[in-house]
């Protein structure tokens, strides 16, 4: 009598034998899938085809740890693709892909046109607050920035942010409330 071997047991056998084609194979059969779950969590094409890679990479270095009495191959390798989605999105190459708006759309609305948003006097406010309070409002409203990321982006003390931002808003605020007294 003959012991019939399951395919996936002898993918895995291949694998864990450092079988290159066994990797094309379920590159091939599995990538598609893997992918989707990537995608829906990060929502950013580029950053998911990154991880993909990331998640075969992983696969490729840890298959002996895969145990088949835990599950399947797929369940095993959806899990990895799950945490690597998590923990891109959680990396600061994610927040700050994610941060990706720029003001100059912003403040073209308002210069491009006159328009009922420019009656209170927006666009020459804007024109005048000068370019770091431009690129403060930009880094922290318009690309979600904590005070402590700009701070460490633009190598400058936190506490020097945090005045300059609040001078700009105060400034902004002074030029909006003189059109209205």
Not at 38 to 47: A, D, N, V, Y
Request: proline letters at 1%.
């Amino acid at each position: 009598m003959t012991k019939s071997i399951d395919f996936t047991q002898l993918l895995v056998r291949r694998l864990k034998n450092r079988d290159v084609t066994a990797l094309d194979y379920l590159y091939d059969h599995y990538s598609e899938a893997l992918y989707g779950i990537i995608f829906r969590t990060l929502q950013h094409k580029e950053i998911a085809e990154e991880t993909l890679h990331d998640v075969f990479i992983k696969i490729w270095e840890q298959i002996d740890q895969y145990d088949e009495s835990k599950g399947t191959i797929f369940t095993w390798m959806y899990r990895i693709a799950r945490n690597r989605a998590i923990d891109a999105r959680r990396s600061k190459d994610f927040k700050t892909a994610d941060k990706s708006d720029d003001i100059t759309g912003f403040v073209d609305m308002f210069e491009s046109t006159p328009s009922q948003e420019d009656y209170i006097g927006l666009s020459k406010v804007i024109s005048e607050i000068g370019k770091m309070c431009k690129k403060l409002i930009q880094l922290n409203f318009f690309m979600g920035y904590s005070h402590a990321e700009i701070a460490e982006n633009e190598e400058m003390p936190l506490g020097t942010v945090k005045t300059r931002l609040r001078n700009c808003l105060k400034d902004i605020k002074t030029k909006l409330s003189n059109d209205f007294e």
